[in-house]
């Protein structure tokens, strides 16, 4: 599933790979897929992103968060 897609209030495409780990297609300002096994780690690259001024949807992150730890 997705958590978030390319769109005007995003510069980011992130979602869950059925292989397993997470991953943001086309990383911003890497030019490549960006990967990790966990929701946790992907919702800290996304805060990242932030930071650096790239649009990510808030409820992404919300989500990615929330999501139980294994
Ligand atoms: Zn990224």
């Known amino acids: 599933m997705a958590y978030a897609r390319f769109s005007r209030d995003s510069d980011v495409y992130v979602y869950e790979d059925i292989r397993g780990g997470f991953v943001c297609e086309r990383c911003p300002g890497v030019g490549q897929e960006f990967r990790c096994a966990t ?6 690259h996304l ?3 932030q930071a ?8 992404a992150i919300v989500e990615l968060e929330s999501e139980p730890s294994s």
Do not use: N, S
């Open 47 to 49: 805060r990242q992103h």
């Open 39 to 44: 929701a946790a780690e992907m919702a800290t």
């Open 52 to 59: 650096k001024g790239d649009l990510v949807p808030d409820d």
